[in-house]
Nanobody, 125 residues
Framework: QLQLVESGGGLVQPGGSLRLSCAASGFILNNYAVAWFRQFPGKEREGVSCISQSGRTTNYADSVKGRFTISRDYAKKTVYLQMNSLEPEDTATYYC??????????????????WGKGILVTVSS
């Protein structure tokens, strides 16, 4: 079964940090660009960050620039989202996703084919 699995979410105080992980089963995540999205209650999913297959290209939503860092570990076949200086406004369900086409840099929601089930991040005191 082809799927992505997120981990690392939870409750953190404002100003704190979390690191989300995204791993794949059934296919080789190393061959794909990977994106992180988040969804606030009652709102549409929005893009957070994206990393190319090579890891050389990354992009971020303006709301997280300077606070979040996306990276990948090829040995562990895992993509990470390091989230620092978290704010209550970052509270959301976070999803990792990958496109259907390997190697290609694709980062929009419409490009994604593989999705994780999502993981909740709550920033609250």
């Amino acid at each position: 079964q082809l799927q992505l699995v997120e981990s690392g979410g939870g409750l953190v105080q404002p100003g704190g940090s979390l690191r989300l992980s995204c791993a794949a089963s059934g296919f080789i995540l190393n061959n794909y660009a990977v994106a992180w999205f988040r969804q606030f209650p009652g709102k549409e999913r929005e893009g957070v960050s994206c990393i190319s297959q090579s890891g050389r290209t990354t992009n971020y939503a303006d709301s997280v620039k300077g606070r979040f860092t996306i990276s990948r570990d090829y040995a562990k076949k895992t993509v990470y989202l390091q989230m620092n200086s978290l704010e209550p406004e970052d509270t959301a369900t976070y999803y990792c996703a990958a496109p259907v086409t390997p190697w290609r840099m694709q980062c929009t929601s419409n490009d994604m084919h593989y999705w994780g089930k999502g993981i909740l991040v709550t920033v609250s005191s």
